[in-house]
Structures are given as structure tokens and as C-alpha cells.
């Protein structure tokens, strides 16, 4: 399953990376974020992996957020994995102007097990998910703003 969600940021791209790149901003536009560690490597760069985990609906799901490419600020790769989900993720900046990004977010779904059941729901749920997380980040990063507007 492939999906992409875009959104544009009134904010200059360096800034919006600068706070992406930030891994203790994630609570602020991940609300469901219990906890994160970096159990490999180093944190953000190509081949670390991260154990994320989240409370979604009253469950706890662990996910391993593994780094694939890191071409910042226009480009930002990883895997995400659990159990019978694996989902790989490219971020790409674009400079919308001198005060606006765009994020353009593309996604690859792979399901087996019981999940491989339920993919047709899934495609849906996880897009849905993205554009939240993704419209959280907005407004945390507008509010955020860091410099002025001319």
C-alpha cells in the first residue's frame, strides 16, 4: 500500500528542519508518545534505530524507527516496524518562498499476519494518522515560530 500527504508550513524551511530534526519536540505533535530510545547508533543519522512507544486507543504498541537517509533539509528516510506492520517513510522539504515549506510525506505499507487481513481499513487509518501528525507539527511549529515575518 502506497499513500503520500503533503502540507505547507508558514515557516522558512530551516526552521521547520531544525525542529523535525529535534527528537525532544516529538511530544509536542506526537501526543500518544509514551517514551523513545535510541538503542543503536546515533540519533537521526543513517542506521540508527529507535524504540518508539506510543498508547493508540489504550494500547501500547512498540515500533523500531530505523534511519535510511538523511539528505537534510530536503530529504529525511526511515522504516517504522512492528509486529506485522512495516511502513518506510521519505520526507521531503521543498521551499515554498522565503516563510513557507512544504512536507511532502511518502508512505509504503507492507502487512503480514493478521494485519495482511485487515489492509484495505489499514491504508486508510494509517493516512489518517499521517495527516494528523502532520497537521499536530504545523501548528506546534507555527505557534513555535521562531523568527519574525518580515
Known amino acids: 500500500m502506497r499513500y503520500t500527504t503533503v502540507i505547507d508550513i ?7 528542519i531544525a525542529l ?10 506526537q501526543p500518544e508518545l509514551l517514551s523513545f530510545e535510541t538503542v543503536e547508533g546515533k ?11 506510543y498508547n493508540l486507543n489504550g494500547q501500547q504498541i512498540e515500533m523500531i524507527e530505523t534511519i535510511l ?8 528516510s526511515a522504516s517504522y516496524e512492528t509486529r506485522d506492520v512495516k511502513n518506510w517513510v521519505v520526507n521531503r522539504f521543498y521551499e515554498e518562498g522565503p516563510w513557507a515549506t512544504r512536507w511532502e510525506s511518502s508512505n509504503l505499507l ?14 486508510s487509518v494509517f493516512r ?3 495527516q494528523l501528525y502532520m497537521r499536530l507539527f504545523k501548528a506546534f511549529a507555527e505557534q513555535k515560530n521562531t523568527t519574525s515575518a518580515p
Open 10 to 16: 508558514a515557516l522558512p524551511r530551516r526552521e521547520v
Open 20 to 29: 523535525l530534526d529535534d527528537p525532544t519536540n516529538l511530544p509536542h505533535w
Open 43 to 53: 540519533t537521526g543519522i543513517p542506521g540508527a534505530k529507535t524504540i518508539l512507544r
Open 69 to 76: 537517509r538523511r539528505r537534510l533539509p530536503s530529504e529525511f
Open 110 to 123: 507492507k502487512c503480514s499476519g493478521l494485519m495482511m487481513l485487515q489492509s484495505p481499513i489499514l491504508r
Open 128 to 130: 489518517r494518522q499521517t
